[in-house]
Structures are given as C-alpha cells and as structure tokens.
C-alpha cells in the first residue's frame, strides 16, 4: 500500500477498495521498514486504530466526515494529544503530566477522520534550521540512504516522516523556516500558512508572535486538502489559477545572495520552466528586506525575547543543564533586550509588514527556499561555530519571511550533484493563502520540471 499520496488514498477509501484499519497497519510496517528509531517520539497506534474503525463505518455508510476520512497523519511533538506527554522535543518535558485533551488542531483532524498515528521528532523546543537532538536522536534524512544529513528543523521529524513513505502528511510548525526548511532539504511540499490561520490552542509555543503551523505533504494538492479539513472547511476554496495571469516576481537581492551552485541552476531552470509554461516574471526592488535585516541587526531577534519569557524560568536551573547548548545559546541571545527595544522591533515590524504587503500587493515572490541542500551532520555536530554558521545560513531567506509575515510554499525544483534536493519558494503578503495555493497548484507541475 502507498502512503505518499493523500488525495489517492482518500479516493481509495471512499470507493472500498483501502480499509482505514489496514492503512494504520501499513503506517507501522512502513516505519518498521525505516529502521530510523528517531522518527517519532510517541507512537499511538492504539488511538489511531480506534480512529480507523470509526473512519470503516463512515466510509461503509457513504458518509465520510471529510476529504481525508481515513488518512493516516502525523503531529509535530508541540501539539498536544489528549493522554500522551508534549515534550517539545525536551527530555526536561518528558515526565510532565499527558495532556488532558488534544489541541485544536487535532481536535479538528479528529473530527475530520484523520488518523492521528503519533508524535515525531523535532529541534529541542523548534529552536534551530538544521533539526538536530541530541536527546532523541536525529531523524535520517531518507534522500541519502548513505550518508545521515540534516533533515532540517525544526520540524524535522515531519518532513523525514513524509519523504520515508511513512504517512502522507503530517504536521509542523514554523518560526523562522522550520516548514519549509525540511520540505526543501527532505524534497517533499511544505506549506507555511499565514499567523491566524489555524488556531493555536495546545501548541507548545516558541513565539506567539511569528509562530504559524503548516502541512508537509507530497504534493500541493495533499497540502490544500489538509489546510481545508484542519479549518473545518468542506471543499477547498483555492483551485488552480490561470498561470499567465499570475503576477511572478523576481527580488533585487537578499533571497539570491550567496547560493551553492546547483541551487542557483536549479531556480535558473525553474525560470526558464515557466516562463516557458506561459508565466510572466519581473523583477522587483523590496527595500522592506534590507529595513527589516536591519532592524533585527540593531534590536535582537524577536523570536529569542520572546522565548526567553517562556523559558525564563529554567534557564539558570539545573534544567537549563539538560537542555541542548545550541538551544540555550539562541534563547539567550533574548536576554538583552529590553523592553522599549521589544516595544520598537514589534512596532517597526508592524510597518515593514504594512509596507512590505502593499509592494507586493497581488505578486507571488520566487526565491530559493534554502540557500544550500542538505548538508552531512557530522561536521554539524563536530564543531559548534560550524554548526551556527549553517544554521544562520539556511534560515536566512525563510526567517525574514515569518518577520514579515507572509505565507509560502516550497516545491521541489530539481538536485544537485549527490541528488539531493534543492527547492523553490513561493511567497505572498499576509492573508493571501487561498490565492498561494491556488497559484501553487497550476505552479507545480514545471517547478518540478
């Protein structure tokens, strides 16, 4: 049984042909068959088993409770699964009591027929791009069988649960890239929706300011059908858009600085594609990007203020001893910050985002999502300096993003020499989501060439 496409899936269910219960059974075999021990942090088998047999009725009675009644998914270990234990990926949570109910979200996957197959792995407390734990272990990235890379993070487990054939979605969250980091380096779709979106209820925070949670999937399509059922809507509202009436635009810097070779050949070619496809593109001035680099230049990173208040008080505890350094190191860097400079990063991010969404107005922004692909984690793990200019690095271009609060897509675009893959993002300004995905759908099929 294939577990790569939740459209297909779902389709199979309704006609007879799956049964919800084999499905789950296929979930575990296929994660048995990884042999990657770090993937998930909690298995619920027995839940979603439960949840299966209600999905066999539904589907026997011609009475599915959604477009993915059936279809296995898996959770980023913030969100809250009523009677298991939300560890952020922290052995400082881990004997915390279970939560007493799910979060909203997957109350909403719950009731759309979703089968919740557990929690994966994850950066300690989604704090880093690259998706390391050292208390858990590190997801394999499944593109290279050979040599363990990152999976990229934070939500690394979810893009290493959809790219192994594991399930067909599952679920992160992103801050500063930690959706579409993973989809790029993982090859899979991620979709960072924009702040409101969904509801937050039961998430394990990192900033309530710039946090937002998303689907990784294979495809565009499974992406615009977990957005409907996870927001309760019945039938997708994005459907595909005339690609020569889209508005593509092209950015004078910032997003095209500093790329690996086959990075720069592989988003060339996806040019090419689809000014071929019948795309039109133009190049854009966004001076918003540089005022917003230096703003945070100036001030501090937001999300580091802000997870300082939720850390405050374990850090300078003995539980501060049993959190990742990397980790302890970024929240710190919050600790400086004061007040009135909290006050004027949230004040001038409030104009920038203003400005930066008006110059785009109906434009869809291209850029790479990543300015590399997966790199090996030993030398990560080796050398810390190393491992912070690598993590600078590849959230470079998806951080300022989240700072300016659009919504985006990454889709594959082609490899580089090692056949690892590289990926192409696609922006908007806030709010502008069912126009993304449509946009997206019709995209699609020439961006992956």
């Known amino acids: 049984m294939k577990l790569t496409n939740a459209a297909d899936l779902a389709a199979d269910l309704r006609k007879g042909r799956t049964d919800p219960v084999d499905v789950v059974g296929a979930v575990f075999d296929r994660l048995d068959a990884t042999g990657d021990k770090a993937l998930f942090i909690r298995q619920t088998r ?140 993982n090859g899979v779709v991620g979709y960072k929706p924009s702040t409101g979106r969904h509801p937050m209820g039961g998430v394990f925070p990192l900033s309530w300011t710039l946090d937002s949670l998303g689907p990784l999937a ?58 071929a496809a019948g795309a039109r593109i133009r190049k854009v001035a966004l001076p918003e990007l540089s005022e917003a680099q230096a703003l945070m230049a100036e001030v501090g ?14 850090l300078g505890t003995a539980a501060e001893a049993r959190i990742d350094p990397r980790v302890v190191r970024r929240i710190r860097m919050g600790e400086g910050i004061s007040a009135v400079a909290y006050a004027r990063l949230l004040a001038g991010r409030t104009r920038l985002v203003a400005s930066f969404s008006a110059r785009l107005g109906d434009g869809l922004l291209l850029a790479p999502t990543t300015p590399s692909t997966a790199m090996p984690i030993g030398p990560l793990e080796a050398d810390v300096e190393v491992f912070f200019h690598h993590n600078f690095r590849t959230l470079r271009s998806t951080a300022i993003g989240n700072f300016l609060d659009i919504c985006a897509l990454a889709i594959p675009n082609g490899s580089d020499g090692e056949d ?17 995905l449509s946009a997206g759908l019709s995209l699609e099929n020439p961006v992956r060439g």
């Open 218 to 275: 294979h495809s565009v399509q499974d992406c615009v059908l977990a957005d409907a059922v996870l927001r309760g809507v019945r039938r997708p509202e994005a459907t595909p858009a005339d690609m020569s009436a889209l508005d593509l635009l092209i950015p004078d810097r910032h997003f095209l600085d500093d790329l690996d070779p086959a990075v720069g050949a592989a988003f060339e070619a996806t040019l090419s594609r689809l000014s």
């Open 46 to 185: 027995d839940r979603a088993e439960t949840e299966a047999r209600a999905a066999r009725e539904r589907l026997r009675a011609g009475n599915p409770a959604s477009l993915l009644d059936g279809v296995p998914i898996a959770w980023k270990d913030l969100f809250d699964l009523q009677g298991t234990v939300t560890t952020a990926g922290s052995v400082v949570l881990k004997d915390a009591a279970p939560a007493a109910e799910d979060a909203d979200l997957v109350h909403n996957a719950m009731r759309g027929g979703m089968l919740s197959v557990g929690t994966v792995n994850m950066t300690e407390f989604a704090y880093s791009g690259i998706g390391l734990n050292p208390h858990y272990g590190t997801p394999w990235n499944p593109r290279d069988p050979k040599v363990a890379r990152s999976p990229g993070g934070s939500s690394s487990g979810s893009g290493a649960v959809v790219a192994a054939g594991v399930v067909p979605i599952a679920i992160g969250t992103d801050t500063g890239g930690s959706i579409r980091i993973p989809a790029s380096f």
């Open 420 to 436: 690892m893959p590289t990926s192409l993002m696609v922006m908007a300004a806030h709010g502008r989501d069912t126009a993304l």
């Open 301 to 314: 990173p937001l999300a580091s203020v802000e997870a300082m208040v939720i850390h405050k008080d374990r």
